[in-house]
């Protein structure tokens, strides 16, 4: 067995940041022996990966969909994700609240932003969202409860560019706390194992960590 860095890690970062373990790609004794020392909080991209390891795993475990989610997946993981970082847009909400309305339940999401130079079909811009919010859509979304904010910053070694990204969504949190007002809106999801502890200095409270716990993929 092969020693995960997942307490060293732990020890590195506050109380109040919470570690995503990103499992993805990983087998289920990797996330059973990280579990170990009672860490719960685990990270799939890929929706049958994620549905798979829920079955064979302890149901005590909180689920993160960190990746892109396809509208016609969602009822595969309504029931029991536990966060989805990844709300990026109307469309893709919409049915997130209509999959956890037939649970019976609300599901916690982040609105995941563009942060990043590289260019990408995924994510929101801030305008986007205060349209979203001026259409009071936040109050049809009866079976969501938005969380907070997501980003990715650009791969790159310039950490000025990082850390200036990672400050862009920052600001973009403290924009829609002020809207949302909600004491509920509490979570900035930003920081992999490569720029955690700029995302940190930025603000993040939620890390969400791979290679550095697991090994590379
Ligand atoms: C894979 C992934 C991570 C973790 O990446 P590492 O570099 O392995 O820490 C974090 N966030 C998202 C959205 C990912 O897809």
Request: net charge neutral; with cysteine.
């Amino acid at each position: 067995m092969i020693s995960l860095k997942i307490d060293e890690i732990k020890k590195g970062i506050s109380n109040d940041v919470t570690l995503v373990a990103v499992s993805k790609t990983k087998p289920i004794e990797m996330i059973q022996q990280a579990m170990q020392s009672g860490h719960l909080d685990f990270g799939e991209n890929k929706v049958q990966e994620l549905v798979e390891k829920h079955e064979a795993l302890s149901k005590d475990i909180k689920w993160h969909m960190i990746g892109h989610l396809q509208r016609n997946k969602v009822k595969y993981i309504a029931s029991f994700v536990h966060l989805i970082h990844g709300a990026d847009s109307e469309r893709l909400i919409n049915e997130i609240n209509k999959q956890a309305k037939k649970n019976n339940r609300k599901i916690d999401c982040l609105l995941q932003f563009h942060i990043a130079r590289e260019s990408s079909k995924f994510g929101f811009n801030i305008s986007e969202v205060e349209e979203i919010l001026a259409d009071n859509k936040l109050e049809v979304w009866q079976n969501i409860n938005i969380r907070g904010v997501m980003g990715m910053a650009t791969f790159t070694e310039n950490k000025s560019q990082v850390k200036e990204e990672f400050l862009q969504l920052k600001d973009y949190f403290e924009i829609l706390s002020k809207k949302i007002n909600s004491d509920s809106f509490n979570i900035i999801s930003m920081g992999m194992s490569g720029d955690y502890k700029i995302a940190i200095d930025c603000g993040s409270n939620m890390v969400r960590i791979g290679s550095s716990i697991f090994g590379n993929r």
